[in-house]
């Protein structure tokens, strides 16, 4: 009896055993999305809003979004079309349009970069530094005709800006031997040294550039300031927008506000069709309008001149369809909560101030 008893456990826990060995595995959790956002200068504006959009918004999306500094702009351009890994990008607008003029005048490289890639949103100004010695006679934009001039680095925005600024305002490209290609740190160094003339520098203000400078550096330099009545003030209002360096952005520098140009940044994508790769991005688009509000409170100030808001766009340029669909979805939700009136919002009070005894007992109603 013992033995049969023992033979049947024998065999009931063989058959178990089989059952589990055979089993299908559990699955493991899918891992988070790791991509890349290329930005600018570790000490400019691009690599703290990136920063923003990797920990606001990717990290609540399930992406692991690593923030990689870059020279700026043109570099993201091509970094965004060739780079494996990298899916996000920032680019300055004047970048982005000389892409997709030297395209439309027949570069087929310039075409091969530019054409796949979609804009996801219109981010925020960015105020464009004239920057010189505080000893300097230079007073106005307009004066810098034949000085030295750091451009920024090749493959930067500021080199694009610096270099459009001076063709539209003096009909004339930089001469070679004036223009310097230093980055932000190295023409400020060589400005005090008196081996260039002007650094002209693309960053949001406040940019920790000037904000982290040594306050005894930062009284040997000023900033130059647009003369509304100069003809090259006129000529470059063709492209560049009128902005303001505010004091209150550098308490400790400027001691009043300073007229200057702008250029607008914008998020940028490639036309991606992947499923998984179009699946997270839309969760990306998802938590950007969820958390929009995050960003603006607690993110780099610039975050406080961005709009959720997808305005036209010039030939050429093209929103990423997936991304835009959300994001204009999520605009009307939030410009239609935000258009309540204040007699609707006393009406809704009044509903809920009318409470029944059963209400007012479940704390329901006050």
Request: aromatic content about 8%; charged content about 20%; some cysteine.
């Amino acid at each position: 009896m013992l033995t049969t008893t023992l033979a049947r456990w024998l065999a009931l826990t063989l058959t178990v055993a089989m059952s589990v060995a055979h089993a299908a595995p559990t699955p493991a959790p899918s891992p988070a999305a790791h991509y890349k956002i290329v930005t600018g200068p570790e000490r400019g504006t691009y690599i703290q809003i990136g920063a923003d959009l990797s920990k606001y918004v990717a990290g609540p999306a399930g992406i692991d979004l690593e923030v990689m500094p870059s020279k700026g702009s043109a570099e993201n351009v091509q970094r965004m079309r060739f780079e494996p890994g990298v899916k996000l990008a920032l680019v300055q607008s004047d970048v982005y349009q000389a892409y997709v003029d030297m395209a439309n005048n027949g570069n087929a490289d310039a075409g091969t970069a530019i054409r796949p890639l979609r804009l996801i949103m219109p981010l925020y100004d960015e105020e464009i530094h004239f920057v010189v010695r505080a000893d300097s006679p230079l007073k106005s934009i307009n004066e810098i005709k034949d000085k030295v001039i750091s451009v920024g680095l090749i493959g930067s925005g500021t080199a694009q800006s610096a270099t459009t600024l001076y063709r539209l305002m003096f009909g004339t490209p930089i001469p070679e031997q004036n223009a310097q290609h230093l980055s932000n740190e190295d023409a400020l160094a060589a400005l005090i040294v008196k081996k260039i003339d002007v650094a002209i520098i693309v960053a949001g203000q406040p940019a920790k550039l000037f904000t982290d400078m040594n306050p005894d550096l930062l009284q040997q330099i000023r900033v130059l300031r647009v003369d509304p009545n100069a003809p090259e003030t006129a000529r470059a209002k063709q492209t560049y927008f009128p902005a303001t360096l505010r004091a209150s952005s550098y308490p400790n520098w400027l001691k009043e506000d300073v007229p200057t140009w702008t250029v607008k940044a914008f998020l940028v994508t490639y036309d991606y069709g992947l499923r998984d790769t179009v699946v997270n991005l839309n969760r990306f688009a998802d938590s950007l309008c969820t958390n929009f509000d995050a960003l603006q409170e607690h993110g780099h100030p610039k975050w406080k001149q961005v709009k959720l808001e997808l305005p036209g766009l010039g030939k050429g340029w093209k929103y990423y369809g997936p991304v835009e669909k959300r994001l204009r979805t999520c605009a009307a939700t939030r410009t239609a909560a935000a258009s309540a009136t204040p007699q609707q919002a006393s009406q809704k009070t009044q509903v809920r101030s009318s409470c029944t005894d059963q209400e007012r007992l479940l704390l329901l109603c006050k």
